[in-house]
């Protein structure tokens, strides 16, 4: 069974900051939630994650709601080359089982 | 930079002809993990190693799949017989055991006629 709900596209244009929702209403507390991404045709990349505390890196912004039930993946500026398919996973560290959805589609558009 | 390498990263074979397809995962990674994405079933793990012992292949059709880590720079996913069905793009990944953060290959693209 799925562990997290996302929309299955959403459109954003370039230069503006694209806000990607992902729904986990039964995550546990030891549970991080992960964010990857996959261009087409490359390998899924690794972009933030966090447990309670919203995390900044210098790919994205990661927002979770303080009853951790939903988070928010922020590309701040986004460009052409962030259309992608976006995957939000929950999943307690050290069991190296990602479970990988259906994710977002992200279209940026100039 | 360090990165996951895969090869070949493109293979077409015929049914029935065995596949293998070779990983060298980041210098220093204990965690290995072999995916496979199709656009039915998207993206599904198959196997992954700990420390180059196997710890869940439950993903992955015992029949004619099989893991391997004969040594900490290589991973193969071997497959015997191959089969149509088979056709997908394979993905390598690699990480540290107490993070799941993992870091992929390019994939391996097979098809089998």
């Known amino acids: 069974d799925a562990k997290t709900t996302q929309p299955t596209s959403m459109d954003c244009a370039e230069g503006r900051a694209a806000n990607l929702p992902c729904n986990h209403s039964?995550?546990?507390?030891?549970?991080?939630v992960y964010w990857y991404r996959q261009i087409h045709s490359q390998g899924p990349q690794y972009i933030i994650h966090g447990l309670k505390n919203n995390e900044t890196n210098e790919m994205a912004s990661l927002i979770i709601t303080e009853d951790r039930k939903s988070s928010t993946l922020i590309l701040p500026h986004a460009t052409l080359r962030d259309t992608a398919v976006y995957y939000c996973i929950v999943d307690s560290s050290n069991t190296g089982k990602l479970i990988f959805g259906q994710g977002t589609t992200l279209q940026v558009k100039p | 930079d360090a990165r996951v390498t895969q090869t070949p990263r493109h293979k077409v074979t015929e049914m029935g002809q065995e596949v293998t397809m070779r990983c060298q995962p980041i210098l220093g990674h204990n965690t290995v993990f072999w995916y496979r994405q199709t656009m039915m079933q998207g993206l599904e793990l198959l196997a992954y190693f700990r420390n180059r012992a196997p710890l869940d292949d439950s993903g992955m059709p015992k029949d004619r799949f099989s893991a391997e880590m004969p040594d900490a720079t290589l991973a193969t996913l071997k497959i015997q017989p191959s089969e149509p069905r088979d056709s997908a793009v394979y993905f390598c990944a690699s990480g540290w055991v107490w993070s799941d953060t993992q870091y992929f290959g390019p994939g391996t693209r097979l098809t089998v006629l």
């Open positions: 039964t995550i546990s507390g030891n549970e991080y």
